[in-house]
């Protein structure tokens, strides 16, 4: 074992805070750059040959699989398959669980939590999780280049149609239909590593206030800032918030009045900070000291001003969600354009390990009852964990290929999803534990070890051994590396 390992909520709010899963800030997006259907068959696989694959067989069988032209079937709509197809049939088998949907489950519970926060906001929770590329990313204004679009990062069904990569997805059409002020929970897709807090699908709430100020909003938005103010100031929260007003780096709109662009933030930032102390606020762990709170400048191509949340949990700063002021451009987008607020993206998962203790992310898709029957719908309760089955490691290094015609470029998230695709919910983590380049060719070598183990029972060598070998057999086949 490379890493120590850490017990329960401990763990889970370590890894938490080293991932960046609200990760369409500039910041955090510079650090990282078959007929599918659910009732037909799946996609085909290419049967490896026993031997290496050659450059010229390999790049067949890359096109084999990855040019099929059967349609992908989802939902009851077929979307034409083209180079952009990446998603998975083990992706879209989560489609129909919609766990936020249900009301004695941690995300359901959380949901229903939040919700009561905002309880006079319209509450949106099924929308589907299949949108355009132009609702996910350009109606937004995300850039052409921003890495969040690559086919490495996000799932394609073709050029045109995604799995939504966050909530904000619906925002513009949400702000066209009419709607003011809004809650809006979804299942959100990423490709990503797999380790204990990372999960391709996850959960998050978006909350959208918009007003229209020739209609005295203004004035509401002052005394509800008022009654907020007084209530935080009274509450046992320390808010520190290196925000403050404008700033040169985090500047106001321009077609905005400073006075009501002030007040549109800190409308925010009371609702947050509310919403905030009714999560984590009186918790036990906080033994009576005040909870505390920060604020961090962000960018989003959508919101001006920006910032991040982050709270002070179990001596650690967990980051929650990214929040502001929505930019005139995309209300102007939705044919709003006379109107001005805010809005915020937090992910449920994050919060309810913490909260929940919940120490791995798989566990919220477990359908054991040793897991579902320990929670009560409006409860917050800590998980008794109720065995944890004895862990096997496999290790497997190869050759990445070097960029020779007709093979794809590596990338590590393609190990990963077809890591996800053999071994789904029984692969714990994956870790890089060795790398280098040969000094003569070139060359570059990877050494990961794939830990498996089963939140529900145990896995026997040969079980494990078996993914393992589908593995091999596909990373040489598909990605044309070299085992060794
Ligand atoms: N959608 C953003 C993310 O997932 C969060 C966000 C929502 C930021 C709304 C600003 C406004 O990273």
Redesign the pocket.
Known sequence: MLAPRLAGAQAAQQSLKCTC?????TRAALARPGPISLTSSPLPRFDAPSARPTPRSFARSYSARTTPTDPIVVEGKTYPRDAFSNVTPTILSKLPRRLHLSPSHPIGILRTLIESHFASFKHLNSLSPIVTVQQNFDDLGFPADHPGRALTDSYYLNQTHMLR????AH?VESFRSGLEQFLLTAD?YRRDEIDRSHYPVFH?M?GCSVFDPSTGAIERLEKENAEMRAALKAANIVIEDETGEETATNPYQAEHDPRVARMIAEHLKNNLNGLVLKLFGGRASQGGEPLRVRWIE?T?P??AP?YEVEVMFNGKWLEI????V?RQTALERSGVGHKQGW???L?LERIAMVLFSIPDIRLFWSEDARFLSQFREGEISTFKPYSKYPECYKDITFWVPTKEEGVKEWHENDFMELVRDEGGDLVESVQLIDEFTHPKTGRKSRCYRLNYRSMDRSLSNEEVNRIQDRVIERVTGEMGVEVR
Do not use: M, N, P
């Open positions: 899963r609200a990760a369409y800030t990569t966050h909530t904000s925002e959100v998050q978006e962000a989003f959508w919101t920006s969600l990214g929040c502001g929505v809005a915020f993206g992910g």
